[in-house]
DNA sequence: AGCGACCGGGTAATGGATTACCCAACGATC
DNA sequence: GATCGTTGGGTAATCCATTACCCGGTCGCT
């Protein structure tokens, strides 16, 4: 493998006139560089990485830990750090933590040991392993969940609001007995769903009987707390459900019991998945600007990176509610 | 950020015996091993990963190239990749190509730079940029698609057979117009999966008149593809559609021309997405295995790492059709 | 003509972990 | 008791690109 030093001698200039040519870092000389750029092409060339990074202290790299490769909100907002990060020659590395705080954990210390230039996460629950990024000093910006008791760059979703209105439409439709199917407790944006879901209920003075389900952010788990609640005595007639992951697990367990959503039972969930419209009746939805959550941390990150004194901020997008036949109400039904 | 030294001073030994304590290649003393695990801890130790890399020469890394993270088979084959890495240590880096060839090159050229231990990619049309890694010795695996001109470990699907008896099943459930839509040409899958179509046309005496549309493999293009295809003047009665983001965009078009799969148009396509069972009718799918893929596609990987010698190996998966509804066929449709 | 400013480019230090090589100490063997 | 083997641990070379520092030459100004 061809070295700065194989290139040089080659060219027959120093090693730092080939770093200075190659870089463009200095002013060189337009033959020399004309010179350098064939000896570099002729030989194959490739900068060691390892070896720039140790001396440079710091890679063009930003990691993207990210919870869960399978949900495409959060590929969504992978898309959106790639297109910022690439224009300014950035490179991404995803991660995918599997909301295990373990793997997290993992995936930061690999980010602090590799000397990535920056990390963005979403972060799995109550973890402290963030902390470690704070005292190394590593920039880091959080996104669809804030970190507790750091105070960093963040990108939210006001995600209670939205569970909020889209618990009110659901009322306003004239849904009675309305559930929520939400992710594990201590996740925010499951806890704040449901908040935002008993906000409505209390502001429409509704009781919130025993219609609430906590599972894991997957299909299998929302699958069964939607048989469970389905099967009470008093059932639910519409639910508020917290991803599109979970939406498939609802949808099919409606299937199997064969109660017709948007007409024995109300739905709207979060995330405006591309099968939304596809499915009978078409599915009502919270639509999170997810590429846009992206493209936000990837620009507060670069500018953390470029200075690391600047106050940290939250921003706060907003979600948009997409009314289809899944919700349409018990008065349209006949 | 403290260094290899520092942790030395602060035990009392050298920095080769702490190099030695910490990654357990040499025996070390029981008490010594104590205290320099202890200096590392106090002072919050993280080694260098660059520091490390350039000396040994290779990072602990395997980079999985994708050509689309928004597609849930390359997520699946991740899940693959990453099961299998982790368990043997490796951490695993996504880098998405988009199906841009560039891109693809451009990840290559990071993944060469970073010495990265090896390269897992599904490669997007005939790039020849693979070849960079064939001369700089670095192990790679190819997944989903071939590798024109390198004979290296590949991880196949047979998509041809898999077209072809999506086709067949087409033309037994009595369909008698069946069209195809596929990604770009030069696309191996795609071109594969076109001649499985016309295998199964062919041998089933069909004439094959102009029922073909390529289209990037995205939703978009398959809406375009399928409005034009169905608003002909002698439309297809079936389609067989080469993924599932394509499917969406077929599902969506079938909406706008109020024309009802499984009734009026029968369909199958590639890949078994959460979805394909809630859309209604059921949608039949070509189910191929991507999480194996992944975990194959690893464990070659790994292999070649170890013996860069070993001869390269084709591994061809089956891929299963999943019967459901929407090709329930016409003469079922009464 | 002489002096300083400036510029291009070379020499060598630097970053931090790993490891080849060497040495000391201790135990075993005859 | 002397010698050899073994083992644990230290010294210093090594990986390779970047860059501080320095030097020689050119140009401009007086």
């Not at 990108?155 to 009322?171: S, W």
């Not at 439709?173 to 407790?185: A, F, L, N």
């Not at 007639?237 to 017709?260: H, K, P, T």
């Given at each position: 493998m061809a070295t700065i030093s194989d290139v040089a001698a080659r060219a027959g200039v120093s090693t730092a006139t080939v770093s200075r040519a190659l870089n463009g870092k200095s002013t060189v000389d337009r033959d020399l560089v004309a010179r350098v750029r064939k000896a570099a092409v002729e030989l194959g060339y490739q900068p060691n990485g390892p070896a720039r990074n140790l001396r440079r202290q710091e890679a063009a790299v930003v990691a993207l830990i990210i919870s869960d490769v399978e949900n495409p909100f959060f590929t969504a907002i992978a898309r959106g750090v790639e297109d910022v990060a690439h224009e300014v020659g950035y490179s991404v590395v995803l991660c995918n933590s599997d909301e295990s705080a373990e793997k997290e954990n993992r995936y930061i210390d690999i980010a602090i040991q590799e000397r990535v230039a920056g990390v963005i996460l979403s972060p799995?629950?109550?973890?402290?392993?963030?902390?470690?990024?704070?005292?190394?000093?590593?920039?880091?910006?959080?996104?669809?969940?804030?970190?507790?008791?750091?105070?960093?760059?963040?990108?939210?979703?006001?995600?209670?609001?939205?569970?909020?209105?889209?618990?009110?439409?659901?009322?306003?439709?004239?849904?009675?007995?309305?559930?929520?199917?939400?992710?594990?407790?201590?996740?925010?944006?499951?806890?704040?769903?449901?908040a935002g879901y008993r906000d409505a209920l209390r502001s429409a003075k509704r009781r919130?009987?025993?219609?609430?389900?906590?599972?894991?952010?997957?299909?299998?788990?929302?699958?069964?707390?939607?048989?469970?609640?389905?099967?009470?005595?008093?059932?639910?007639?519409?639910?508020?459900?917290?991803?599109?992951?979970?939406?498939?697990?609802?949808?099919?367990?409606?299937?199997?019991?064969?109660?017709?959503?948007?007409?024995?039972?109300?739905?709207?969930?979060?995330?405006?998945?591309?099968?939304?419209?596809?499915?009978?009746?078409?599915?009502?939805?919270?639509?999170?600007?997810?590429?846009?959550?992206?493209?936000?941390?990837?620009?507060?990150?670069?500018?953390?990176?470029?200075?690391?004194?600047?106050?940290?901020?939250?921003?706060?997008?907003?979600?948009?509610?997409?009314?289809?036949?899944?919700?349409?109400?018990?008065?349209?039904?006949?």
């Open positions: 799995s629950g109550t973890t402290t392993s963030v902390a470690k990024l704070a005292t190394r000093g590593t920039a880091y910006v959080a996104v669809d969940r804030p970190l507790p008791g750091h105070d960093s760059d963040v990108v939210l979703v006001d995600t209670r609001l939205a569970a909020r209105q889209a618990t009110a439409h659901l009322v306003a439709q004239g849904y009675d007995r309305i559930g929520c199917i939400t992710g594990p407790s201590g996740v925010r944006t499951a806890d704040d769903r449901l919130t009987p025993k219609l609430v389900r906590r599972t894991e952010y997957k299909a299998a788990g929302a699958h069964r707390a939607a048989l469970d609640l389905l099967s009470q005595a008093e059932p639910p007639d519409a639910l508020l459900i917290a991803n599109s992951a979970m939406a498939v697990g609802v949808l099919q367990a409606l299937q199997e019991l064969e109660i017709r959503p948007g007409r024995d039972v109300g739905l709207v969930a979060f995330d405006d998945a591309p099968w939304a419209e596809l499915v009978d009746p078409p599915l009502s939805v919270v639509a999170q600007p997810a590429y846009e959550i992206g493209a936000v941390a990837a620009r507060l990150l670069l500018a953390r990176i470029a200075d690391s004194s600047r106050p940290p901020t939250t921003t706060t997008l907003g979600a948009r509610l997409l009314e289809r036949a899944s919700s349409r109400g018990p008065e349209d039904r006949r």
